[in-house]
């Protein structure tokens, strides 16, 4: 008799908590008569004993486990007792004791495993049966987290979907990608949410039941047209039959920069690196004596008389402005509060939810950042009679932004790295100012702001920018099951999206430091003040109708099923824009109220789309899979004679597991499968930046108006028209997909691999011709590229003993594009060029050979005056990779790069997430990290960036500690130099590349449920207290300020945030 | 199911634009030719695209395009802001073939375009011929000045005149050579100072380009090649010579323009040159106009980007005795900056600003400060020169205006340059009369109260007899320099008259001793030398990436950028690039 060990132990199967609790005492007990000692056996079907059986008496924590022979013991207190008997891969049973006093109880293998069902294009398959790529995330990894978004927190989650957040920034869109490098058209992933297309930032996280995501051409095939890069598929939550369930969920957060620059804070040493640099640069110092010796003063004794002065009319500050804290907040609050309830009786169910989220920006002072989101979520299915049923559903999301206008990035979070430590706030209280008895005159000055990159002024009174965006779907549904296996679903949804935006530059004033000036005050860049309203309005409609037919048992172990449907898509974007400038006062910013030049704008575009598609499974004998996609589609972005498309598809599975040669293994091995699918795709996403086009082929002229004055105010103007290709069509992607998936140790380990690739064909290129064509080329379908790459899920659940379970999920995956065919003869570099061979993301350039210790060196160097003029002594010396005796650029072609040659690569490899739990009873531990394991970034060089010293205003500590100098030659920045006027030492190079791998902690959360009983008292059935850690801790390998995961921009912008969060979940 | 939705291929799956027009549609009315010829001119805002019809770009690009800032280019004036590095090593001769084209160089195709796929639909608007024509040529006079100036930079050029598409063969050719270029270019021109309107009927302010405005394009063009070909080499430079003396004179005598004279010798020169809206202004034939809230500038504000007059450039004007401060009895010598100023042509008071009249221009914002100010003087306008240029300042467009309100006009043609040019053509020609002095010359000096240039009694300024040129020939280069001074001429002045020499010498200030540096205590100007009188004088380039000018015979022309080679390497680059 085999023994069977160990035990997997089920969490609670939902994670909820109840505050109140914590204020009763929690006492309980049963009455002790009747007690009595029950025991027995633990076998399961085969009659095996199960070792390590977990026995509870339910609603307690008393419990046993059963012995090496599969043996219990167990005092219960009542015969009302229910002991609950558990074991990893098995279902679980719960017996009453009565009278009995040995029970012995047989365990059934728990089908879970086998019966679990994963959401596919129009329908759903069982795990176990799928042949194609798809990977799934459950509620669990969404719930409970204080994420702005639903993208935010599928972030690491499923191998190969990769998030790209941009930064911290709530209202910054989140870009999702699947496998890699998608087309040099870009392109991304179709998202639908019960099968609309739907923008995923719009759905509250805590709506979503599961996710699926479908990665290869198979598991796509029925989206055609619009899955060339993958798809996402969202089930948002329903109701069951069974009583009212009522959950709320609230919780509160705070958000602390994560913000890494690290400043210096003498004035005096600050004005001296500057001074330094300055001179080495432009041969003069930026500060003159007079601020030398004043900052020394503060320095040495920082009072307020020696904090300002005035030396020949100027108002001057030589004290240290800690700019960034006054900017930044400590702690930024968010909140976050969902309702639900959801119910149904025999004939009809429902689920409706509600959803609240609130953040607050980074910014310290008034008028801070806001954005809040407004979800609503109302489903209900009806019964009519037996075979006909109604499916409603209405989605509503609103949300909120309001912020400060965005001037530049001279005054805004960028400024933090602009401004000079030195450079005044606010205009002093001083006795006198140039001299004695002048206090009068410039007391009206008092208080007010001053100019430059002072952001205060802007953040405080320079207007603002706000929207609000609704959008409203409306859904109905029919199901019709008019015979056995036959069930035929329709579905329509309406589409309103509204956004009503907003923007204010509002008149502040500004006040000069040139006690000379006879207008001290000005308005700064606000002088030309207006408002601007945008309104957007789209439609978008949905037609989905599908019939999927199980075939009656054609024979013994013959399991046939066929779907076919149609699906047709239109939209109509809208936007009407108009501006009034010179606002009457700044306490009324509506264009109703300006004085100056009104301006109106406006635009309008469609398209449409149809589709037919199929899906034909046959399993053999629950061994053999496989499975037959198509589809046919027809887009209206196209030419009449070039707008179809047909994609096809096939895949297969084997159930290695189920053969008999394989019954040996069945004892650890639960379920092993070989799958592989071959299919084609294709993509008719055009995009131009950000921007949809929606007419590629048809040539229009641009108008506008145009500031150019023949007389007064703006002419109007006709452009000439682009070039198109009469010829376009779509780009189609081929992809090849194996996997293998295997189960083990009673599903204590659950592995997942695929090894793909994805060949993008005739991508619309802009064909790089020379640029006396005058305009952009017109795009044809001339490129290719190849994508290869894997990717694997492992997971390993165990309980170690008693009470104590644990889990943890390993996402990794890989790829890697390369250009396969492109139509560039010469090689050139620039512009938008690419070329055959070119791995997507490679980055050129020189190769550092050091930094030049003496000015003999550079003479005996090659010559790299093509690159720059009078270099020296701390400069950075180039490698002659070519050996010509001089660095250059060469001719700017991949033959002749000059001294340049690939030091890196941008693209992001070894992407991973770790999910893991621990259990201990009601508690539990939950942590994720992601990361990424290589990925090579070239810091921006470009002016008023931060990472290059003297790149921009400040002087941080390691300006001083890490630049070049006769006695730090060691260092690994160049002399001081003034990085913005002279790049001869930030071009792109070997050794100021950054490794911008990284792996943080993204979520920490510790949860207590709280007993049942206790609950069960109060009416309640569940109730979970959680407190969880966001951004908690990182490690890179990237050098400060830099963060990995905001690299995008090159200028600063909104930061991550660590996010400190304590909530309630309670269930009635 | 592939049958029933191909039926289905109807008009839900039909989408046309909804809010653009097509070619199709348009060209049929004078307004659509209006409202496309507008267009041209929104392309040619973009000055480092298209750098002709130039301005001062917009708010923040005011800081690197004006036409005040292309002297920088030359001995005329130095930079002095970091921003503006590709004056001060485009001046020192340190440029480099770079990838991507360079300010002003080889870019603006787009404009090109524009005016092509214009003049292939031109014909299909239901007009009167004249009519028609009238927006041909103002096309044709934004062709031949748009290449026109390329083949200044660059010398052949890719002369295109249709519009292309990707099967074009003009796309991998060769350039076309810059005398043909220069033949269509006269075409180009001739075209639109024949069929323009002499009026559009839209006033000064500052309406469409007027066959008066192609005249003088024409002239300047003309000019340019003309002497470009008698001193580079090239045929036939009297006839380029004559076109240009034939249309100045046309314009000189039939135009509507005359010189800024209200009697006031002091202000004349330079007082409608400080104007926000010169469009009554005699003299202004064309200019750019700024209004808040339309279009603005910042120009005078980042005017302190550039450094200020040299030293070279004032020495060059004449003494109230009509003869050069190298021969001039009244010259008092240059040991303060009071003293230069002496005994002085009256332009330079309203071109450089003399330190007694910071009240009367209300000079940096009527800041009350003294100047001069130089570099590392604290607070107010500084120079690195010492000379303040005050040509164009207007305190008005500056005082209580905050970033980009600046209103301040561009004067991209005026009456003054057709006089010069028709004088010079004319004394290259060898042609030059009294006459024609009378009625070019003179009449600027005239408006200045400077004595008049005699042709019986020229002076010979050493100076210029070191540099090789005839006294007549100098004199009015002279005139030149110092009338058209900071308007963005001198570069291309120097290169045509194959002056390159000029940029051999470094770039100085003003002169000083010992009395002076105690007067600008705090500057930190580096001093320089004058090894032929031993005094000292501001060196504003020195200790600096471009102390050492350079200037070598492949400096005429700009190099062609990387990648246009790249893309076509048929194109070839300049010779000694």
């Given at each position: ?9 089920g969490f609670p199967s939902h994670l909820s908590v109840f ?91 728990d089908s879970k495993t086998f019966d679990e069902v994963v959401v596919v294009g129009y329908g759903t398959q069982k795990k176990v049966n799928l042949t194609g790529a798809v990977g799934i995330a459950s509620a669990e990894r969404l719930e409970n987290r204080p994420i702005a978004s639903a993208g935010e927190g599928l972030q690491g989650v499923i191998p190969n979907l990769n998030v790209n957040v941009r930064n911290g920034d709530p209202t910054a869109p989140i870009t999702f990608n699947i496998r890699g490098f998608e087309s040099i058209n870009g392109g991304s992933p179709l998202i639908l949410v019960d099968n609309v297309p739907m923008d995923l930032n719009r759905i509250n996280p805590n709506d979503i039941k599961s996710v699926s995501v479908l990665k290869d051409a198979s598991a796509a095939a029925v989206y055609g047209a619009r899955a060339a890069f993958g798809v996402v598929l969202i089930e948002t939550k329903k109701g069951a039959e069974g009583k009212v369930r009522v959950n709320l969920n609230t919780q509160f957060s705070?958000a ?77 609050p968010t909140s976050q509060h969902d309702l639900s309830i959801s119910g149904g009786s025999k004939n009809a169910s429902y689920y409706v939810s509600f959803g609240h989220f609130q953040k607050d920006g ?7 950042e806001e954005f809040t989101r407004n979800n609503i979520l109302m489903k209900a299915d009806f019964k009519i009679n037996d075979w006909i049923s109604l499916q409603e559903k209405i989605v509503v999301n609103n949300q909120n932004s309001d912020k ?60 603002r920018t706000t929207f609000t965006n609704n959008d409203v779907w409306l859904s109905q549904g029919i199901t019709l099951t008019p015979l056995k296996g036959l069930k035929i679903q329709g579905n329509f949804s309406y589409n309103m999206f509204s956004r009503e935006y907003k923007d ?28 601007r309203n945008r309104s957007d309005n789209d439609r978008y409609s949905v037609l989905n109708a599908y019939a999927e037919y199980t075939f009656p048992m ?5 399991d046939v099923k066929a779907m076919v449907g149609f699906n047709q898509e239109s939209g109509n974007y809208r936007y009407f824009q108009a ?21 109106v704008w406006g635009g309008e575009e469609d398209f449409a789309l149809r589709g037919a598609f199929y899906r034909l499974n046959y399993i053999?004998?629950d061994?053999?899979l496989l499975e037959l996609n198509g589809r046919y589609d027809l887009s209206s972005r196209f030419p009449t004679d070039s707008r179809s498309g047909f994609f096809p598809s096939v895949s297969a599975g ?19 499968k070989?799958r592989?699918s071959y299919g084609t795709l294709g993509n008719q996403i055009i995009q131009n930046g950000n921007s949809q086009v929606y007419y590629p082929a048809i040539?229009s ?27 376009l069509t779509w780009e189609s992607v081929t992809s090849q997909n194996?996997g293998?998936d ?8 659950d592995?997942s691999?695929d090894?793909f690739?994805r060949?993008t064909k005739n991508m619309l ?14 795009r044809?379908n ?5 994508n290869?790459g894997?990717e694997?899920s492992?997971t ?11 889990d943890?999920t390993?996402a990794?995956a890989?790829s ?95 992407t991973?997430g770790?999910n893991?739990s ?6 539990r531990?939950t942590?994720f990290?992601q ?71 993204k979520n920490?959360m510790?949860s207590?449920d ?5 609950l069960?008292?109060?009416g309640l059935s569940n109730a979970q207290i959680y407190?969880t850690?966001m951004n ?13 995961e905001?690299?995008q ?5 909104y930061?991550m945030q660590?996010i400190?969060t304590l909530g309630l979940n309670v269930s009635l | 199911m592939a049958t029933f939705l191909v039926s289905c291929n109807d008009e839900f799956l039909e989408r046309i634009p909804l809010d653009q ?557």
């Amino acid at each position: 008799m085999r023994k069977i060990y160990s035990s997997l132990s089920g969490f609670p199967s939902h994670l909820s908590v109840f505050l109140l609790a914590f204020a009763l005492t929690v006492s309980y007990s049963f009455a002790q008569d009747g007690s009595r000692t029950v025991s027995g056996i633990v076998t399961d079907d085969t009659g095996d004993e199960i070792v390590g059986a977990s026995v509870t008496i339910k609603g307690t924590y008393t419990g046993t486990s059963t012995d090496a022979a599969g043996k219990y013991s167990l005092t219960v207190p009542s015969a009302q007792s229910i002991l609950v008997f558990t074991f990893v891969g098995f279902s679980s049973q719960e017996i009453t004791v009565g009278n009995q006093s040995a029970i012995k109880v047989q365990l059934a293998l728990d089908s879970k495993t086998f019966d679990e069902v994963v959401v596919v294009g129009y329908g759903t398959q069982k795990k176990v049966n799928l042949t194609g790529a798809v990977g799934i995330a459950s509620a669990e990894r969404l719930e409970n987290r204080p994420i702005a978004s639903a993208g935010e927190g599928l972030q690491g989650v499923i191998p190969n979907l990769n998030v790209n957040v941009r930064n911290g920034d709530p209202t910054a869109p989140i870009t999702f990608n699947i496998r890699g490098f998608e087309s040099i058209n870009g392109g991304s992933p179709l998202i639908l949410v019960d099968n609309v297309p739907m923008d995923l930032n719009r759905i509250n996280p805590n709506d979503i039941k599961s996710v699926s995501v479908l990665k290869d051409a198979s598991a796509a095939a029925v989206y055609g047209a619009r899955a060339a890069f993958g798809v996402v598929l969202i089930e948002t939550k329903k109701g069951a039959e069974g009583k009212v369930r009522v959950n709320l969920n609230t919780q509160f957060s705070l958000a602390k920069p994560i913000f890494n620059m690290d400043n210096v804070t003498d004035p005096h040493d600050y004005v001296n690196a500057r001074n330094a640099a300055n001179i080495r640069t432009n041969g003069a110092p930026s500060f003159d004596d007079d601020y030398v010796a004043g900052t020394k003063r503060w320095s040495d004794n920082p009072t307020d008389q020696n904090a300002w002065g005035v030396y020949e009319g100027d108002l001057r500050f030589y004290g240290f402005n800690d700019y960034q804290n006054q900017i930044m907040t400590d702690y930024a609050p968010t909140s976050q509060h969902d309702l639900s309830i959801s119910g149904g009786s025999k004939n009809a169910s429902y689920y409706v939810s509600f959803g609240h989220f609130q953040k607050d920006g980074y910014l310290k002072p008034g008028n801070n950042e806001e954005f809040t989101r407004n979800n609503i979520l109302m489903k209900a299915d009806f019964k009519i009679n037996d075979w006909i049923s109604l499916q409603e559903k209405i989605v509503v999301n609103n949300q909120n932004s309001d912020k400060p206008h965005f001037y530049n990035w001279d005054v805004n979070i960028n400024s933090l790295a602009r401004v000079n430590p030195i450079a005044p706030i606010q205009f002093p209280d001083l006795p006198f100012y140039q001299t004695q008895g002048d206090r009068e005159q410039y007391a009206p000055l008092i208080g007010k702001y001053f100019g430059g990159t002072n952001f205060f002024p802007y953040l405080l009174d320079g207007g603002r920018t706000t929207f609000t965006n609704n959008d409203v779907w409306l859904s109905q549904g029919i199901t019709l099951t008019p015979l056995k296996g036959l069930k035929i679903q329709g579905n329509f949804s309406y589409n309103m999206f509204s956004r009503e935006y907003k923007d204010v530059q509002s008149k502040i004033d500004i006040v000069t430091n040139d006690l000379t000036d006879p207008n001290p005050i000005t308005n700064g860049f606000s002088g030309d003040d207006w408002v601007r309203n945008r309104s957007d309005n789209d439609r978008y409609s949905v037609l989905n109708a599908y019939a999927e037919y199980t075939f009656p048992m054609l024979a013994k172990k013959h399991d046939v099923k066929a779907m076919v449907g149609f699906n047709q898509e239109s939209g109509n974007y809208r936007y009407f824009q108009a501006q009034g400038r010179q606002l009457i006062t700044p306490l009324v910013p509506n264009i109703n109220a300006t004085t100056g030049v009104q301006q109106v704008w406006g635009g309008e575009e469609d398209f449409a789309l149809r589709g037919a598609f199929y899906r034909l499974n046959y399993i053999f004998d629950d061994k053999y899979l496989l499975e037959l996609n198509g589809r046919y589609d027809l887009s209206s972005r196209f030419p009449t004679d070039s707008r179809s498309g047909f994609f096809p598809s096939v895949s297969a599975g084997w159930r290695i597991s189920g053969e008999n040669f394989m019954a040996g293994t069945s004892n650890w091995l639960d379920n092993l499968k070989l799958r592989a699918s071959y299919g084609t795709l294709g993509n008719q996403i055009i995009q131009n930046g950000n921007s949809q086009v929606y007419y590629p082929a048809i040539p229009s002229m641009g108008s506008g108006f145009s500031p150019y004055m023949l007389n007064s105010g703006l002419i109007p103007f006709v452009s000439a028209s682009g070039l198109v290709s009469p010829s376009l069509t779509w780009e189609s992607v081929t992809s090849q997909n194996i996997g293998l998936d295997f189960t083990m140790l009673k599903s204590r380990l659950d592995v997942s691999f695929d090894l793909f690739t994805r060949d993008t064909k005739n991508m619309l290129m802009n064909v790089n011709y020379p640029d006396i064509l005058g305009t952009s080329a017109p795009r044809e379908n001339a490129a290719d590229l190849s994508n290869k790459g894997w990717e694997t899920s492992i997971t390993w659940r165990d309980k170690i003993k008693d009470n104590w379970s644990y889990d943890v999920t390993l996402a990794l995956a890989d790829s890697q594009a390369e250009i396969t065919k492109f139509m560039n003869e010469t090689g050139a570099f620039g512009g938008s060029n690419y070329r055959v061979g070119q791995k997507l993301g490679e980055i050129w350039g020189f190769e550092t050979l050091g930094i030049f210790q003496t000015d003999e060196a550079v003479i005996d160097a090659p010559d790299q005056s093509r690159i720059g003029n009078n270099w020296r002594a701390g400069d950075v010396q180039y490698a002659d990779l070519n050996g010509d005796g001089k660095i250059d650029f060469g001719d700017n072609t991949v033959e002749n790069p000059g001294d340049r040659k690939i030091i890196g690569n941008t693209s992001a490899r070894y992407t991973f997430g770790i999910n893991g739990s621990l259990a201990y009873k009601n508690f539990r531990v939950t942590a994720f990290f992601q990361g990424i394991g290589s990925m090579d970034h070239w810091p921006s060089s470009g002016n008023w960036t931060w990472f290059f010293p003297f790149n921009a205003g400040h002087v941080e500590n390691y300006f001083l500690t890490d630049t070049w100098s006769e006695t730090n030659s060691d260092a690994y920045f160049p002399a001081p130099h003034i990085s913005t006027n002279d790049k001869k030492n930030v071009q792109v190079q070997s050794r100021y590349l950054q490794n911008a791998g990284y792996i943080r902690l993204k979520n920490l959360m510790f949860s207590y449920d709280l007993p049942t009983p206790l609950l069960s008292r109060i009416g309640l059935s569940n109730a979970q207290i959680y407190t969880t850690g966001m951004n908690l801790w990182e490690f890179t390998k990237m050098r400060k300020p830099l963060d990995p995961e905001s690299i995008q921009g090159g200028a600063i912008e909104y930061p991550m945030q660590r996010i400190f969060t304590l909530g309630l979940n309670v269930s009635l | 199911m592939a049958t029933f939705l191909v039926s289905c291929n109807d008009e839900f799956l039909e989408r046309i634009p909804l809010d653009q027009i097509t070619n199709e549609t348009f060209w049929n009315t004078e307004n659509d030719l209006v409202v496309y010829n507008n267009s041209l001119y929104e392309l040619s805002t973009n000055e480092t695209n298209v750098s002709i019809n130039f301005a001062h770009g917009s708010r923040f690009d005011s800081h690197r395009y004006s036409p005040w800032y292309l002297d920088e280019f030359s001995d005329n004036a130095t930079a002095m802001h970091p921003r503006h590095t590709r004056y001060m090593q485009v001046r020192a001769g340190k440029h480099n073939a770079s990838p991507n084209s360079q300010w002003f160089g080889y870019s603006g195709w787009n404009f090109v375009r524009a005016i092509n796929v214009g003049m292939d639909n031109y014909g299909k608007a239901q007009v009167p011929e004249s009519v028609r024509n009238q927006y041909i040529g103002e096309a044709r006079l934004f062709r031949g000045w748009f290449y026109a100036d390329k083949v200044s930079k660059f010398g052949d050029v890719p002369y295109i005149e249709t519009e292309l598409n990707t099967e074009s063969e003009e796309l991998f050719a060769a350039r076309m050579p810059r005398e043909e270029a220069m033949e269509k270019i006269l075409e180009d021109l001739t075209f639109a100072a024949t069929n323009l309107p002499e009026n559009w009927g839209d006033g000064n302010a500052p309406g469409r380009l007027n066959r008066w405005a192609a005249l003088l394009v024409k002239a300047r063009i003309c000019l340019f090649e003309g002497t470009w070909r008698k001193y580079h080499g090239g045929s036939n430079p009297e006839k380029w010579l004559n076109e240009a003396a034939a249309a100045s004179k046309e314009l000189i005598e039939n135009g509507p323009y005359s010189l800024n004279i209200t009697g006031n010798p002091d202000n004349d020169y330079n007082s409608f040159q400080r104007e926000l809206y010169p469009s009554t202004n005699t003299e202004v034939m064309y200019w750019r106009k700024y209004v808040l809230g339309v279009y603005t500038n910042h120009v005078q504000s980042y005017f302190e980007y550039h450094g200020g007059a040299t030293r070279d450039f004032v020495e060059d004007y004449l003494c109230t005795d009509g003869l050069p401060a190298s021969i001039s009895p009244l010259y008092q010598g240059d040991d303060s900056i009071e003293k230069t100023f002496e005994n002085r042509d009256p332009r330079m008071r309203q071109t450089v600003l003399h330190p007694e009249e910071v009240a009367k221009y209300r000079f940096h914002r009527d800041d009350g400060r003294e100047y001069p100010r130089l570099v590392g003087m604290a607070g107010g306008r500084r120079s690195n020169t010492g000379y303040h240029v005050i040509k164009n300042y207007n305190a008005a467009d500056q005082i209580g205006k905050s970033f980009a309100q600046g209103e301040s006009a561009a004067i991209i043609l005026r009456f003054a340059e057709a006089l010069l040019v028709y004088a010079e053509a004319q004394a290259e020609l060898g042609s030059i009369s009294q006459g024609d002095l009378d009625m070019s010359i003179n009449k600027l000096r005239d408006r200045v109260g400077m004595p008049h240039l005699e042709l019986d009694n020229i002076p010979v300024d050493p100076v210029y007899a070191a540099l090789g040129v005839s006294p007549i020939i100098a004199e009015i280069r002279r005139e030149r320099r110092i009338e058209l001074f900071n308007e963005g001429y001198r570069y291309d002045d120097l290169r045509r008259w194959k002056w390159g020499k000029k940029l051999e010498q470094k770039s100085l200030g003003i002169a000083m001793n010992a009395e002076q540096k105690a007067r600008y205590e705090g500057s930190v100007i580096r001093l320089y030398t004058d090894p032929e009188n031993g005094k000292e004088y501001l060196e504003p380039y020195a200790g600096g990436d471009f102390e050492n000018p350079v200037f070598e015979d492949k400096h005429y022309l700009w190099p062609i950028p990387l990648n246009d080679l790249a893309q076509n390497p048929n194109i070839g680059q300049n010779p000694g690039w």
